[in-house]
């Protein structure tokens, strides 16, 4: 999403303040310097390598000064200093020599999640997912792409960048909204500011300007109440901090548009922010003021009593000022405002800087993903942690598995049938073997054959239920098939004219498919699949078949997964029709996530015709996933 980005070329006294803050930063948040100047050394020298010095360096000074200005911990600061370098994976190895292990992860992890990202899926709700994934993987991950995500959108104008209206919409519909479910402020509403100008300057400069008017009608009040306030503060002996804010012109819109009101109904648009040391002291706080100003009626909220859903707390109380004015007055303590600003990081600076408490940080994190999650329909989500992993087909699919799953659970959990059959897989497009395990965010494609089949090995590695039955089942018609072959009188050559054999249609077997018979009662053989359910858990006598004869056509159902659009009914039966096949039936139905899924009863000669279709229907647009049954 974020990398390669082309900046313009910025002046070397600009570069030299960056080096500087950065310096004069890190060295406050962790006693230290020498980590840092190791920093940019390396970061300066990988630049001159690939010739994008100016691009590279000034990008991660600025993206690692955001990440001390969010109270990160140090190995996240560093490799926001590193990650701009274009190519990054290649110095991964020198990266982890020089900086650690936990550095090099957190950037390996970040290449996956930006990868997983630029996979098209027309289905919005896998966008989601893949927040995730990464969510599951490593919290100062998404801390990481939150701070990149803004240090671009902060030089949108100046940068020329891919896809500048997709990064603007993905910023609102997905990072924005994330940085404020986890209550980093600080990041959502910059985020949401900038995006907004980008989407509509022209509503957002009708609202700045009206907004400008109305502040600089009321600042001598505004500045006559803090005066007030904070005399009747000083009487009552409560040590407080009062600053003033002005909302912003996005949360202004939005409210506004909430409310369907115009400016003049917006209470809070000027606030003041009393910081105390206590919640006693915060509910003195509030009497004071309402002894003092007449309050506006319905607009009070008590998040502090009853906290928002990420966390948030504070009292909020609307007054009229002694001109008449609206006026809020936000009252929070110390440590409820730098959740507010800065997120989980707030955590740990009430712990007596203990910034590598896992436990901790776990549980914090953990309270407010749980909460993000309480929007999704989807419940199974909601187990991310600990024991769950997440991994993405090649279009996005994402397949939970449990930790320690490798390449056969994957391929099991996509379809059985692609299970029976794989060889290998490529994973984040590096090749790999059946028993390699998957790790969160990983991108796996399988890579399937038909002379492939599943082995007794594969039984030591497999962490799924799924793919035990699965190979188990597949395992025993095997040698239930070699038993049969030997006996001439019990091995069967199928027929499809022949009174005795039936295709089962549960799983419509056709040629090159891998079957099975099940003898029934009435002394006749029902040929299934062997990946076939029925299978697994039969009973009865197992009978060897094979095919016979050629050029017969055979019934098999084909579904297919896709998103909603007109015409693509349409495109898939033309793909059909194109490759000589006959459709018996049809059958849609439509999700409310606007995808559709769609069951084509055909009658096809082989399962290599059906392979090859399966190919050309998986390129039409909006198509997520074809399988059989």
Same mark, same amino acid.
């Given at each position: 999403?974020?990398? &390669?980005?082309?900046?313009?070329?910025?002046?070397?006294?600009?570069?030299?303040?960056?080096?500087?803050?950065?310096?004069?930063?890190?060295?406050?948040?962790?006693?230290?310097?020498?980590?840092?100047?190791?920093?940019?050394?390396?970061?300066?020298? %990988?630049?001159?390598?690939?010739?994008?010095?100016?691009?590279?360096?000034?990008?991660?000074?600025?993206?690692?000064?955001?990440?001390?200005?969010?109270?990160?911990?140090?190995?996240?600061?560093?490799?926001?200093?590193?990650?701009?370098?274009?190519?990054?994976?290649?110095?991964?190895?020198?990266?982890?020599?020089?900086?650690?292990?936990?550095?090099?992860?957190?950037?390996?992890?970040?290449?996956?999640?930006?990868?997983?990202?630029?996979?098209?899926?027309?289905?919005?709700?896998?966008?989601?997912?893949?927040?995730?994934?990464?969510?599951?993987?490593?919290?100062?991950?998404?801390?990481?792409?939150? %701070?990149?995500?803004?240090?671009?959108?902060?030089?949108?104008?100046?940068?020329?960048?891919?896809?500048?209206?997709?990064?603007?919409?993905?910023?609102?519909?997905?990072?924005?909204?994330?940085?404020?479910?986890?209550?980093?402020?600080?990041?959502?509403?910059?985020?949401?500011?900038?995006?907004?100008?980008?989407?509509?300057?022209?509503?957002?400069?009708?609202?700045?300007?009206?907004?400008?008017?109305?502040?600089?009608?009321?600042?001598?009040?505004?500045?006559?109440?803090?005066?007030?306030?904070?005399?009747?503060?000083?009487?009552?002996?409560?040590?407080?901090?009062?600053?003033?804010?002005?909302?912003?012109?996005?949360?202004?819109?939005?409210?506004?548009?909430?409310?369907?009101?115009?400016?003049?109904?917006?209470?809070?648009?000027?606030?003041?922010?009393?910081?105390?040391?206590?919640?006693?002291?915060?509910?003195?706080?509030?009497?004071?003021?309402?002894?003092?100003?007449? &309050?506006?009626?319905?607009?009070?909220?008590?998040?502090?009593?009853?906290?928002?859903?990420?966390?948030?707390?504070?009292?909020?109380?609307?007054?009229?000022?002694?001109?008449?004015?609206?006026?809020?007055?936000?009252?929070?303590?110390?440590?409820?405002?730098?959740?507010?600003?800065?997120?989980?990081?707030?955590?740990?600076?009430?712990?007596?800087?203990?910034?590598?408490?896992?436990?901790?940080?776990?549980?914090?994190?953990?309270?407010?993903?749980?909460?993000?999650?309480?929007?999704?329909?989807?419940?199974?989500?909601?187990?991310?942690?600990?024991?769950?992993?997440?991994?993405?087909? &090649?279009?996005?699919?994402?397949?939970?598995?449990?930790?320690?799953?490798?390449?056969?659970?994957?391929?099991?959990?996509?379809?059985?049938?692609?299970?029976?059959?794989?060889?290998?897989?490529?994973?984040?497009?590096?090749?790999? &073997?059946?028993?390699?395990?998957?790790?969160?965010?990983?991108?796996?494609?399988?890579?399937?054959?038909?002379?492939?089949?599943?082995?007794?090995?594969?039984?030591?590695?497999?962490?799924?239920?799924?793919?035990?039955?699965?190979?188990?089942?597949?395992?025993?018609?095997?040698?239930?098939?070699?038993?049969?072959?030997?006996?001439?009188?019990?091995?069967?050559?199928?027929?499809?004219?022949?009174?005795?054999?039936?295709?089962?249609?549960?799983?419509?077997?056709?040629?090159?498919?891998?079957?099975?018979?099940?003898?029934?009662?009435?002394?006749?053989?029902?040929?299934?699949?062997?990946?076939?359910?029925?299978?697994?858990?039969?009973?009865?006598?197992?009978?060897?078949?094979?095919?016979?004869?050629?050029?017969?056509?055979?019934?098999?159902?084909?579904?297919?997964?896709?998103?909603?659009?007109?015409?693509?009914?349409?495109?898939?039966?033309?793909?059909?029709?194109?490759?000589?096949?006959?459709?018996?039936?049809?059958?849609?139905?439509?999700?409310?996530?606007?995808?559709?899924?769609?069951?084509?009863?055909?009658?096809?000669?082989?399962?290599?015709?059906?392979?090859?279709?399966?190919?050309?229907?998986?390129?039409?647009?909006?198509?997520?996933?074809?399988?059989?049954?």
């Amino acid at each position: 999403m974020i990398n &390669p980005i082309i900046m313009t070329l910025q002046k070397n006294s600009m570069e030299s303040n960056l080096q500087k803050d950065f310096l004069k930063e890190f060295e406050s948040a962790f006693g230290s310097v020498k980590e840092a100047e190791k920093g940019l050394e390396f970061v300066s020298n %990988a630049c001159n390598e690939s010739l994008q010095k100016n691009s590279c360096l000034v990008h991660g000074l600025e993206l690692a000064n955001l990440l001390l200005n969010l109270k990160q911990r140090k190995e996240v600061v560093l490799a926001g200093l590193i990650h701009p370098l274009k190519n990054i994976g290649k110095y991964l190895e020198k990266v982890e020599k020089e900086f650690g292990k936990n550095v090099a992860n957190l950037l390996d992890s970040k290449i996956r999640f930006e990868k997983a990202l630029h996979i098209k899926s027309e289905n919005k709700e896998d966008s989601r997912k893949k927040l995730l994934v990464v969510v599951s993987t490593n919290p100062d991950v998404i801390m990481l792409h939150l %701070a990149d995500a803004l240090v671009i959108l902060r030089k949108i104008s100046e940068i020329q960048l891919e896809n500048k209206d997709e990064f603007i919409s993905e910023v609102q519909e997905i990072f924005a909204p994330l940085a404020h479910k986890i209550g980093i402020y600080q990041i959502s509403s910059e985020m949401n500011e900038l995006a907004f100008k980008q989407a509509d300057p022209k509503t957002y400069s009708l609202i700045s300007n009206a907004v400008n008017k109305t502040v600089k009608g009321v600042t001598q009040d505004i500045k006559k109440t803090k005066e007030i306030l904070e005399n009747e503060l000083k009487k009552e002996k409560i040590n407080t901090e009062i600053s003033g804010r002005i909302k912003t012109i996005y949360s202004t819109y939005t409210k506004m548009k909430r409310k369907k009101a115009g400016l003049d109904k917006i209470y809070d648009l000027i606030a003041l922010r009393v910081i105390t040391d206590s919640i006693k002291d915060c509910y003195e706080v509030l009497g004071i003021i309402h002894s003092v100003w007449k &309050p506006i009626p319905g607009e009070f909220d008590d998040y502090i009593a009853k906290p928002k859903g990420n966390g948030y707390k504070a009292l909020h109380a609307a007054i009229q000022s002694h001109m008449g004015n609206p006026i809020e007055i936000q009252i929070k303590t110390k440590e409820m405002h730098d959740e507010a600003e800065y997120g989980i990081a707030s955590h740990w600076i009430y712990k007596g800087g203990e910034k590598d408490s896992k436990f901790d940080k776990k549980i914090e994190w953990i309270k407010q993903i749980l909460d993000w999650q309480k929007t999704s329909n989807d419940q199974t989500e909601n187990r991310i942690f600990e024991k769950e992993i997440f991994a993405l087909t &090649p279009k996005g699919q994402v397949i939970e598995l449990p930790d320690g799953a490798t390449v056969i659970d994957f391929a099991y959990a996509v379809h059985s049938d692609i299970g029976n059959h794989c060889q290998n897989a490529k994973i984040n497009g590096s090749i790999a &073997p059946l028993h390699t395990v998957i790790k969160n965010s990983d991108i796996v494609e399988i890579i399937t054959s038909q002379k492939q089949v599943p082995k007794m090995n594969w039984l030591g590695f497999v962490k799924t239920s799924k793919a035990k039955q699965k190979i188990r089942a597949k395992l025993q018609i095997q040698k239930s098939n070699k038993t049969s072959l030997l006996n001439k009188d019990t091995a069967q050559k199928i027929k499809i004219n022949d009174k005795k054999i039936r295709i089962a249609k549960c799983c419509t077997p056709v040629p090159g498919d891998d079957i099975i018979g099940l003898k029934t009662t009435k002394r006749k053989i029902s040929v299934h699949r062997t990946d076939c359910d029925e299978v697994s858990g039969y009973k009865g006598t197992l009978i060897g078949v094979s095919w016979h004869g050629s050029g017969n056509d055979y019934k098999t159902e084909l579904i297919v997964h896709a998103s909603d659009r007109l015409g693509l009914l349409k495109d898939l039966l033309e793909v059909i029709s194109k490759s000589n096949i006959t459709v018996s039936s049809t059958n849609a139905k439509i999700s409310s996530n606007n995808s559709v899924q769609c069951k084509f009863g055909l009658k096809i000669k082989n399962v290599s015709q059906l392979e090859e279709l399966s190919k050309k229907i998986s390129n039409v647009k909006g198509v997520t996933k074809v399988y059989r049954e």
